[in-house]
């Protein structure tokens, strides 16, 4: 079976009547970004299931805009994940849904360009049109309540808010938290049951403890604020441009479906004028987090430090000071999420090394958008090849040439799949 036909196979086995799981076992529920990217991959052979997709997940919005990392659909029958909703326990926030269990976090902001992709291919203008206003009143949310002294740069309060859960870059953070703060959680794993070698590809419970103990801190305050020193309040370089991604495409949408953009056009200014002010260090040449709560840059080399491309952030000059940074990277083709050089670097864990291809996805797209075709068609060829190559895994071994050696985590693993799709068809 070709690549194509063995992605599509996967989207369909994932396919769980009005949403996909984003692996499974292992992630058994809706993921927020996860269903972004793969509504945009499935826009193409199924465009019924793509809006279906994006439906049913903005059907767990709640009252306030606020859009949930997961929704928790069917969780009676589901025990495989941890934590579970009644952990979460969304009720204790006035706005939750009160028909679909959530988290009560938020991920990166992808279903504006998703919306974008979804006109370009022609699907339904009506239900694109009921979809933007729900895109509008999530991103009403973040600027709300998540925005940074009226930067236009919104806030994230757990690093399951990235995406990318245990990169380097939250380590300094995670060590801060005094260890009395989180010793005596106690808690049952699911996900080490989940994939094979877990203690070498998943975070550690150490990790787990703080990431609890956040989310604790976070539900004692109904979701809604952060409390009083708390230790994790980060400006995302690769959320922020997420953010800038979409409301880029949504004012193209809003400006075709005749909707009123001046208020996302405005807050893009913003956003914009601010972003380098806070992201860029001119010194390394390179983006970085900013965390709030010591006022500066966390300096490491991940892959974030590339990521403002996908929305053509930086100036042209600056986009080939980046390229040249990753082209010493130890002659690796394609962006590991954290550079091999950096301290904390392990090629088999998780968001400390390997290979993810949303990641390369959005840096491919970003390329292509400059003109930089030589290195886009590369990137691109490169990505399609290793998830041939090892399987379509959740996330790979950067240094692994070896035929047949298998990626790691979830197997069958969504996202993957539907992003393999787009550049196969790009
Ligand atoms: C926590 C579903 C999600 C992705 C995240 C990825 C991983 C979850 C976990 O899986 O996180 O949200 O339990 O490890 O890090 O980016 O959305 O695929």
Redesign the pocket.
């Known amino acids: 079976m070709d690549i194509e036909a063995t992605c599509q196979n996967i989207l369909d086995l994932n396919w769980q009547e009005k949403f996909t799981i984003?692996?499974p076992g292992l992630?058994p529920f809706q993921?927020n970004?996860?269903s972004g990217f793969i509504a945009l991959g499935n826009a193409y052979n199924y465009p019924e299931r793509a809006l279906l997709e994006i439906e049913t997940l903005f059907s767990g919005q709640w009252k306030n805009g606020f859009l949930p990392?997961?929704l928790f659909h069917n969780f009676e029958s589901k025990q495989s994940y941890f934590p579970s909703a009644s952990y979460w326990d969304s009720s204790v926030s006035e706005y939750a849904s009160t028909q679909i269990k959530s988290t009560g976090i938020t991920?990166p902001p992808v279903h504006g360009f998703v919306l974008g992709h979804m006109l370009k291919n022609g699907l339904d203008r009506k239900r694109i049109a009921d979809l933007f206003d729900k895109i509008i009143n999530y991103h009403k949310y973040l600027y709300n309540c998540r925005n940074y002294k009226d930067t236009g740069l919104v806030a994230i309060w757990h690093n399951?808010e990235s995406?990318?859960?245990n990169s380097v870059v939250w380590d300094d953070i995670f060590n801060r938290i005094p260890k009395e703060n989180y010793i005596d959680i106690q808690f049952q794993r699911k996900?080490v049951h989940e994939v094979e070698n877990s203690s070498e590809t998943r975070p550690e419970d150490n990790d787990y403890k703080r990431y609890l103990f956040l989310l604790n801190e976070l539900k004692k305050n109904k979701y809604d604020k952060v409390p009083e020193n708390y230790p994790f309040q980060v400006l995302c370089p690769v959320f922020n441009t997420i953010l800038i991604k979409s409301n880029q495409s949504l004012i193209k949408v809003g400006k075709e479906l005749n909707k009123d953009t001046l208020w996302i056009e405005h807050q893009l200014e913003k956003s914009l004028n601010n972003f380098d002010n806070y992201f860029w260090n001119s010194k390394d040449e390179l983006y970085y987090p900013y965390d709030i709560n010591i006022g500066k840059q966390v300096c490491k080399h991940y892959i974030g430090n590339f990521i403002p491309v996908f929305a053509q952030i930086p100036e042209i000059n600056q986009v080939h000071k980046l390229m040249k940074k990753w082209n010493t990277e130890k002659g690796l083709t394609l962006f590991p999420s954290v550079s091999p050089e950096e301290k904390g670097f392990q090629r088999k864990n998780y968001?400390r090394g390997p290979v993810w291809v949303n990641m390369n996805w959005m840096i491919w797209k970003g390329l292509a958008a400059y003109g930089l075709n030589d290195q886009a068609i590369k990137l691109k060829k490169d990505t399609i090849t290793m998830v041939k190559n090892h399987g379509v895994y959740?996330y790979f071994d950067p240094f692994s040439n070896t035929f047949n050696d298998p990626g790691y985590g979830g197997s069958d693993f969504s996202?993957t799949a539907a992003l393999i799709i787009d550049m196969i068809k790009n």
């Open positions: 984003p692996a992630y993921w970004w996860d990392h997961i991920q399951w995406g990318m859960d996900d968001w959740e996202w």
